[in-house]
């Protein structure tokens, strides 16, 4: 149980595209999703938690109109890169917290965007 | 969140117990110790948590110290496939839904 897929695994986009990332909770509802982006040889770096039916919160540095996160079913959350350019290429990664007992987070398998 | 602190890699050959060590000497009374790892490429995975007594799952073992400044986590018979980065991380298990990722320890398995 507590699978959490992402959906593309890769994608390659030409610079000044729009692309979207969808995470899924495959066997259990959450109500809180993170989205994370990892630079190469890099840790992981918050930036956003996604709560079902409001707004996101976004880290402190993360531009909330060019990375769009929606949360519309507690079983989904998309991340838009709009406008995407190369320094937007990176390894983005969705987590899902379980919504009840021990609430841990579960990693979806990650996103790696190349914008040329 | 309190930090972490771990040695940035280590070998271990494969069969053999892995030892991770993890400092966290700053730690607060309601924080838990949290261990995930980061095969390449990949999402990361939960291995396991602790408080303040030492942890047993399928996984791996957590030997926290009676202290709580430190702990270890333990990978008792290690093959190829452990191969990854180690993140420690410390936080309230409830509340502060946030996981701070370091550097972790980029573990190797020799054969």
């Known amino acids: 149980g507590a699978v959490v897929s992402q959906h593309p695994s890769r994608v390659i986009c030409k610079s000044g595209t729009s692309v979207k990332i969808e995470c899924r909770s495959l066997?259990?509802?959450?109500?809180?999703m993170f989205w994370y982006r990892q630079f190469p040889k890099k840790s992981l770096m918050l930036m956003a938690t996604?709560?079902?039916?409001?707004?996101?919160?976004?880290e402190q540095g993360v531009e909330k109109d060019k990375f769009l996160i929606n949360h519309a079913s507690l079983t989904l959350s998309t991340l838009t890169v709009t406008s995407a350019h190369p320094e937007d290429s990176s390894f983005y990664i969705c987590?899902?917290?379980?919504?009840?007992?021990?609430?841990?987070?579960?990693f979806g398998p990650g996103t790696r965007l190349t914008v040329l | 969140d309190a930090k972490t602190t771990q040695p940035p890699s280590m070998d271990c050959a494969e069969g053999r117990a892995a030892n991770l060590p993890c400092n966290h000497s700053t730690i607060s009374g309601n924080e838990y110790v949290y261990w995930y790892r980061q095969i390449h490429s990949q999402g990361p995975q939960y291995i396991i948590h602790?408080?303040?007594n030492n942890e047993t799952n399928e996984m791996a073992s957590l030997i926290i110290t009676e202290d709580r400044k430190s702990s270890t986590l333990i990978l008792p018979h290690a093959t190829l496939r452990d191969t990854a980065v180690y993140y420690c991380i410390v936080r309230v298990a409830v509340g502060n839904e946030k996981l701070t990722f370091g550097t972790g320890t980029r573990l190797t398995i020799i054969p």
């Open positions: 602790g408080l303040k």
């Open positions: 996604s709560n079902e039916g409001s707004k996101a919160t976004y």
């Open positions: 987590s899902a917290r379980l919504t009840s007992g021990s609430r841990e987070q579960f």
């Open positions: 066997d259990f509802q959450a109500t809180t």
